[in-house]
T-cell receptor, first 115, second 114 residues
Framework: DADVTQTPRNRITKTGKRIMLECSQT?????MYWYRQDPGLGLRLIYY???????NKGEISDGYSVSRQAQAKFSLSLESAIPNQTALYFC??????????????FGPGTRLTVL | DAKTTQPPSMDCAEGRAANLPCNHS???????VYWYRQIHSQGPQYIIH???NNETNEMASLIITEDRKSSTLILPHATLRDTAVYYC???????????????FGQGTILTVHP
């Protein structure tokens, strides 16, 4: 979805380096998410944010940190990258709702390789 | 969230309807059925969702059985571009500060051939 962009699209780095993945959205959504995808394991939630002042850990937050700089921007950082963080990373957004539905829309992904 | 079961792979001829089944026998009354698809390493794409009534949009139709224990995603006229992994997800909705967890399983690899 062109409304959700991720940079960089591909990154190769070395063990121990600090890496930042960025996500921007023009959908005007309040909620943003970071997932990683590994072969055979589906998508797993790393962090999510319901608004600029609200950050929550997901299933696998160890080794990661996030920053919600504005409603439209949500960054994921790997403080000291390790090889098992090699994966495909996806950002997603959804709209705040008082009802029970919040469909998530995904960005194109960032392929990260840690050597 | 309720667990879902999907066939690992299916084939479909171009121009024909693709019917993708999903079993979710432990679904709760407040859980929705969502379908996403992922075309080779691209971001998952939302297709459709429903609670208990059948739903249709420009992409697909969703048929949910009366007991809600299973559902079928129908792509009425499959094209080569519909080749993807299709995920059936059962989840609670999210309201206020509640997060509706979105859990992707293994999905069904749909291959549309000429």
């Amino acid at each position: 979805d062109a409304d959700v962009t991720q940079t960089p699209r591909n990154r190769i780095t070395k063990t121990g380096k600090r890496i930042m993945l960025e996500c921007s959205q023009t959908k005007g959504h309040d909620r943003m998410y970071w997932y990683r995808q590994d072969p055979g394991l589906g998508l797993r939630l790393i962090y999510y944010s319901f608004d600029v002042k609200d950050i929550n850990k997901g299933e696998i937050s160890d080794g990661y940190s996030v920053s919600r700089q504005a409603q439209a921007k949500f960054s994921l950082s790997l403080e000291s990258a390790i090889p098992n963080q090699t994966a495909l990373y996806f950002c997603a957004t959804s709209e705040r709702t008082s009802g029970r539905l919040d469909t998530q829309y995904f960005g194109p992904g960032t392929r990260l390789t840690v050597l | 969230d309720a667990k879902t079961t999907q066939p690992p792979s299916m084939d479909c001829a171009e121009g024909r309807a693709a019917n993708l089944p999903c079993n979710h026998s432990t679904i709760s009354g407040n859980e929705y059925v969502y379908w996403y698809r992922q075309i080779h390493s691209q971001g998952p794409q939302y297709i459709i969702h429903g609670l208990k009534n059948n739903e249709t949009n420009e992409m697909a139709s969703l048929i949910i059985t009366e007991d809600r224990k299973s559902s079928t995603l129908i792509l009425p006229h499959a094209t080569l571009r519909d080749t993807a992994v299709y995920y059936c997800i059962v989840r609670v909705g999210a309201g206020g500060t509640s997060y509706g967890k979105l859990t992707f399983g293994q999905g069904t690899i749909l291959t549309v051939h000429p």
